[in-house]
Each structure stands twice: as C-alpha cells, then as structure tokens.
C-alpha cells in the first residue's frame, strides 16, 4: 500500500513538472512573440522615422532650391525694373530733349503776322504767300497763277486731261485723289457729314454747309441789281439771267433758248410728246411736276401760300409773289434795253422779245409764229372755229375775250 501511494505521488509531481515545463515554454513563446512584436514596432518605426527624415531632407532642400529661385527671380526682376526704369527715364529725356528742341526750332520760325510756327523754313516761306498774296507758279497754257507748286500740277490736268485716279468698282476717271474719294461713297454708302439739328446725313461737307443755312435761315448771296438774297451761289447764278438776259440752254430743234437747264428738259417735252406726270383721278397729264402737283391741288382745294399782309391763299408760289407786288408796288424785272420794268416774269420775257424779234411759237398748220404762247392758242381758234367765249345777255360766242369784251359795250350802252 505504501508502495502504491509512493508511485501515485511521484506521478503527481512528474505532472506538476510536466505542467509547468509546458507552462515555461509556453511563456518562453510569449515572451518571444512579445520580443518580435517589439522588434517589428521598432523596426516599423524606425523605417517611419527614416522616411520622415528623408522626407525632411527633400522638403528643406526644395525650400533651399525655392529660396534660390526666388532670389534669383528677384534680382532678375530687379534688374528688368531698373533696366525698364532707366529706358522710360531716357525714353522721356529724348523726348524732353526732342520737345525742347522742336520749341527752339518752332520759336525760330514764328509768322510774324499771325502767330503760326513751322519745323522747316520752307514750310514758313509757303504760308507767308498767304499773306503777301504772291503766286510765284504760273500756267504756261492760260496763264493762271498758284501759290503752290502741287496746285498748279493738278490744274494742269485740266489742260491735258489726265484723270490718274480711277475707281476700282465702276471705272470712273478723276483729275483729283479727293474728288475721287468723294465719289467712292456712291459706291460704300457713305454719309459721315450729320446734321446735328436734323440729323440728315450728306456725303459732303459742303452740302451739310449749305443745308445748316435751312435752320439757320442765313442768305450769304446777295444780287447787285435788286438786293434779293440767296442762300446758295448757284440760285444767285440763274437768279442774275433774269436781269442779263443771258439764256445760255438752247433747243437743238427750234432754237429757243433757256436761263435754266431744267427749263430746257422741260421744253424737250413738247417736241417729244413726253408727259411723264398723269393724274390718277382725272387721267390728265403733264410735261412737269410742278403742274402735275398744282393740278393737285384743283382735286384737294389745298392752297398752301397765303398771303401775310390780306390772308389771300393761293396754290403756287409764283401767284403769292406775284400778289404780294401789289403791295409792295414792287417791278423786279427791268429791261436792260428801254428800261421798262414788270412785276411778273413771264411778262419780262414776253417783252424782251419785242427787241429780239424772237418768235418760238409757231402754228403747226400754218407755220405762223407768235412771241407769246398766249397768241398761239388765240390763233389757233381761226383753224379750230372754236368759240369759248359766250355773252350771258344774248349767248353770242367768240373766239377771242377781247371780242367778248368789245360785244359788251353794245348791252351797256
């Protein structure tokens, strides 16, 4: 029993020894597992700790390579700004320089009689004929005189008839670069002249000029004979005829003369046939406008002039002005030959004729010629038989209203 009890214990204890030689083990892996756990945290760490560190280094030598670009950046701005800064600081002492010397140049050249300066001594020399009124340049073909040498070149292609400046769209000539401008705003449309009243637009500066005399009601051109004005040379041009007489437009078919084109286009039609102008009421038409648009006014009753002294209204014009002489007493036309004046035109130019022996209006039946028109359609009558003036007495008719006038003397006693 004893022996048994013996071999039991020392089994126990084998067992106690086996258990914590197991246990020793197992501590000794732990202990080994927390050993490579700490060498792998450090080993982590200190490869961390290296990246850092390369990171740092790359980090501080990009700031140094920064810094070093920046101040290389700097001085070669520096060194721009001072280079730019002293090129404007010469830049604007040349010109200071170039200034103050064309302020000595000009102040040697003064016009002494207007104030004028000028850079070349020849430029002055130009401008003093304006003043002197010497024009040392001389038409060898007419003998007209220039103040410059440029302006007698282009009048000289009056005489040879040199047009070098051609338009590219229609193949018009012109003698002058400007003229030819002018003409190529046919072509653009071009308007830059504007009235700044209106607002109407002209491709000329002169005829802008002409148009402010509209608003402004201005009449710069005065007749010598009988001081009627005018507010453009070429009405005061046509306006003179009337006491010179001078008609200047001749029909090519029956030699009768005009003052004024327009007159003369107007006359044309006559030999033609041409009535261009018909009233869409009545159908009747006319040679010109002007009648076209009195007729007008039979269908309207407009009358559109009137009179500032009585209030009497008209339709035309030629009728207000041949009123208001009435008033007036006025005779605009005298006659340049016995000085006979007349209040109305048509009666001027009926008289002339007494001198001329001008007979325009001729019968075509008969080939018999009159000086008036009135006399034509008189006549007339004698071919026609027609009698359009009836006594309202008696209801006799005649072929004149002179005869009409004569009859009645006979009911008046």
């Excluded at 130009?126 to 005189?145: D, N």
Aim: contains cysteine.
């Amino acid at each position: 029993m004893a022996f048994i009890k013996e071999e039991s214990e020392e089994m126990k204890f084998e067992e106690t020894l086996r258990v914590k030689h197991e246990e020793t083990e197992e501590q000794t892996k732990k202990g080994e597992s927390e050993e490579m756990k700490i060498e792998e945290t450090f080993r982590v760490k200190h490869e961390v700790t290296e990246e850092q560190t390369d990171l740092m280094v790359l980090k501080k030598e990009s700031e140094v390579i920064n810094e070093m670009e920046e101040k290389d950046q700097f001085k070669k701005n520096d060194f721009i700004t001072r280079e730019t800064s002293f090129s404007c600081s010469q830049t604007e002492k040349t010109l200071s320089q170039k200034k103050t010397k064309n302020k000595v140049t000009r102040s040697n050249l003064i016009c002494q009689q207007c104030g004028n300066g000028f850079t070349l001594k020849s430029s002055l020399k130009r401008h003093m004929r304006i003043h002197t009124g010497e024009k040392p340049f001389t038409c060898p073909q007419c003998g007209k005189t220039f103040a410059g040498k440029g302006s007698l070149d282009r009048h000289m292609r009056i005489h040879t008839g040199e047009k070098p400046f051609t338009c590219p769209q229609c193949g018009r000539s012109f003698s002058n670069k400007g003229h030819l401008k002018v003409h190529m705003r046919i072509h653009t449309g071009e308007c830059p002249f504007i009235c700044q009243q209106c607002g109407k637009r002209f491709s000329l500066k002169g005829s802008l000029k002409k148009h402010m005399r509209i608003h402004t009601g201005e009449k710069p051109y005065t007749c010598p004979w009988c001081g009627k004005t005018f507010a453009e040379k070429g009405s005061l041009d046509r306006h003179m005829r009337i006491h010179t007489g001078e008609k200047p437009y001749t029909c090519q078919h029956c030699g009768r003369s005009f003052n004024i084109k327009g007159n003369l286009n107007c006359h044309m039609r006559i030999h033609t046939g041409e009535k261009p102008f018909t009233c869409q009421q009545c159908g009747m038409s006319f040679h010109q406008l002007e009648n076209f648009q009195v007729h007008m006014r039979t269908h309207t009753g407009e009358k559109p002039y009137t009179c500032p002294q009585c209030g009497k209204t008209f339709t035309q014009k030629v009728n207000l002005n041949r009123h208001t002489r009435l008033h007036s007493r006025e005779q605009l036309y005298t006659c340049p030959q016995c000085g006979k004046s007349f209040n109305q035109k048509q009666h001027f130019v009926d008289h002339i004729r007494v001198h001329t022996g001008e007979k325009p209006f001729t019968c075509q039946q008969c080939g018999k010629g009159f000086n008036r028109i009135g006399s034509l359609n008189g006549h007339m009558i004698v071919h026609t038989g027609e009698k359009p003036y009836n006594c309202q007495q008696c209801g006799k008719s005649f072929n004149r209203k002179g005869s009409l006038n004569r009859h009645m003397s006979v009911h008046s006693g």
